[in-house]
């Protein structure tokens, strides 16, 4: 039997069309015509892998032979220098190479794309996840065939992703798609003259899904909040109708962080992840973080991560620059007889690690479908993030301790 409609909800959902000055400014903001949007495939991975491999092709038909496969190429391997790994060739070096030879794959042993170089002898591995999660040890079994197949040929793997994602193998290098945007944008810029005109508008037009679809947008940002706070039981109707499992509680998260005067900043807030980072650690990490859509300084933070449907709260050191400063950091905070919980999984190899993680806690295992669910998880992730910050409240004198006695 069909439910009857509420009174107060159809007015709830009037008021969001008629009389919504933010929405008609986001509609603007977002709306332009882009070939991708209306092919529908801004978040289907295997679209986008697709357009990589015609785009990094050297032979293909964009006729801007190795233009975009070595800017591309040049930043993954600047990315693993950066990570602690050998690239398998320098970027100066590939800088001078004739890359017109080179071999571009598709779903080879099911890997999204495969770049392989006979001379210099080299593969280059790209996993891309935009919405999907890692499946059990794929990152270790794409990395045996490539090296049964490719032995004497050094090899890079890069787990490019879109939502914060990282990858699970500390043998994969992450990368972005604001890596990607800020590569082919460059690429955009200095090679204006030379590029064809139907190649510059497909460019422009993949630039502008990756900015809208995949990175942060402080206006954007600004408008979604003003709009959910303005019309939230609109907003939220829409979610309980067609909204995916836990879709709402990162950002219902983030808003309540925002709005309670906690002393925190909302670093990254974005569908499976939200980042915080106390304020009164922030004067004491330095900026080494090597992600160019967070604040430099938060290598260093409290993460409310969803993994399949459930909620995890964390405390996480991630990738940085230099892991000299950042050892220190994380040998003081997991001392004998530390009041914080915190401790390393990894104590061989933790020094080499690209992130570690500190401090793991389930706020709940499964998120059920419904607004009324979601709300009890982002108010359930709110409490608990009250109770960890009071526990870890001495990161703040561990921290100064440590650039203290750095100098």
């Known amino acids: 039997m069909t439910r009857a409609a509420d009174p107060t909800d159809l007015e709830a959902l009037e008021r969001f069309v008629v009389e919504n ?5 986001l509609e603007e903001r977002i709306g332009r015509f882009n070939v991708f949007d209306a092919l529908r495939i801004e978040r289907v991975e295997i679209r986008h892998s697709n357009f990589l491999a015609w785009l990094l092709d050297p032979n293909g038909s964009h006729g801007q032979g190795d233009l975009f496969l070595k800017a591309v190429l040049m930043d993954m391997l600047k990315k693993a220098r950066e990570a602690g790994q050998t690239p398998p060739l320098s970027p100066v ?5 004739d890359l017109h030879a080179i071999e571009i794959r598709r779903e080879w042993k099911n890997l999204d794309l495969l770049i392989r170089s006979r001379n210099p002898p080299f593969v280059v591995v790209v996993e891309n996840k935009i919405d999907s999660g890692e499946h059990s040890k794929q990152l270790d079994r794409y990395a045996q065939a490539v090296h049964a197949e490719f032995g004497n040929a050094a090899a890079l793997f890069v787990f490019l992703a879109a939502s914060g994602q990282e ?4 043998s994969w290098i992450d990368y972005s798609y604001v890596d990607l945007h800020r590569v082919l944008s460059r690429v955009k810029r200095t090679a204006a003259g030379s590029l064809g005109a139907d190649v510059a508008i497909f460019l422009d037009h993949y630039l502008g899904l990756i900015g809208s679809r995949f990175m942060n947008d402080a206006k954007i940002e600004e408008l979604c909040r003003r709009i959910y706070s303005n019309h939230r039981r609109a907003v939220d109707l829409i979610f309980e109708n067609v909204g995916t499992i836990g879709g709402g509680v990162h950002a219902r998260f983030a808003e309540l962080v925002r709005e309670s005067g906690l002393d925190c900043e909302v670093v990254l807030n974005e569908s499976r992840v939200t980042k915080i980072v106390p304020r009164s650690w922030l004067p004491f990490l330095p900026p080494l973080s090597v992600y160019s859509n967070q604040d430099a300084r938060s ?9 399949e449907t459930g909620l ?8 940085t620059t230099s892991n000299d400063y950042r050892n220190r950091i994380v040998e003081a ?3 004998a007889g530390n009041p914080f919980g915190f401790r390393i999984s990894f104590k061989r190899t933790w020094r080499d690690q690209k992130r570690i993680t500190l401090y793991t806690e389930t706020v709940v295992e499964e998120i059920d479908n419904g607004t009324d669910e979601e709300e009890k998880a982002a108010q359930l992730a709110f409490e608990r993030l009250k109770t960890l910050l009071q526990r870890i409240a001495g990161v703040r004198e561990v921290l100064a301790r440590v650039q203290h006695d750095t100098k």
């Open 299 to 307: 290598w260093l933070a409290i993460r409310l991560d969803t993994w």
């Open 333 to 335: 905070l997991t001392t």
């Open 167 to 170: 990858a699970s193998d500390e």
């Open 93 to 97: 070096l590939l800088d001078g190479v």
């Open 21 to 25: 000055d933010e929405l008609l400014e």
């Open 312 to 319: 995890y709260l964390q405390v996480r050191v991630t990738q």
